[in-house]
């Protein structure tokens, strides 16, 4: 059910969490989120950041937050942080900042 307030900490029986991965992605994600939204469903959609990017992508982003969703880092270009973590950690939290300077 749609409501102002956070998520609680617990579920209540029945309940589930719903989560999308990788978008923005133009009509389809927005496709979902409205659905979910018409439904009186909220969701948690993870973005990526070089996707809110691309032409659109901020829109969509924007739409997904009014109707109700979570908008969640699933950082900047999706690489594989445990094998970046190895490499740098400095492009490890790169990835992470920039994508939540966007979502902001």
Same mark, same amino acid.
């Given at each position: 059910?749609?409501?102002?307030?956070?998520?609680?900490?617990?579920?209540?029986?029945?309940?589930?969490?719903?989560t999308?991965? /990788?978008? &923005?992605?133009?009509?389809?994600? *927005? #496709?979902?989120?409205q659905? !979910?939204?018409?439904?009186?469903?909220?969701? =948690? +959609?993870?973005?990526?950041?070089?996707?809110? /990017?691309? &032409?659109?992508?901020?829109?969509? *982003? #924007?739409?997904?937050?009014? !109707?109700?969703?979570?908008?969640?880092?699933? =950082? +900047?270009?999706?690489?594989?942080?445990?094998?970046?973590?190895?490499?740098?950690?400095?492009?490890v939290?790169?990835?992470?900042?920039?994508?939540?300077?966007?979502?902001?």
């Amino acid at each position: 059910m749609l409501t102002d307030e956070p998520f609680p900490l617990k579920l209540r029986p029945g309940q589930v969490c719903l989560t999308f991965d /990788d978008g &923005p992605s133009d009509e389809q994600t *927005l #496709a979902i989120a409205q659905f !979910l939204a018409d439904k009186k469903i909220r969701a =948690t +959609f993870f973005v990526v950041g070089q996707r809110i /990017d691309r &032409p659109g992508g901020r829109e969509a *982003l #924007a739409r997904m937050r009014e !109707l109700g969703h979570l908008i969640g880092n699933h =950082t +900047f270009t999706h690489p594989s942080l445990t094998q970046l973590v190895t490499e740098s950690e400095d492009r490890v939290v790169d990835e992470v900042v920039r994508t939540h300077q966007l979502i902001r």
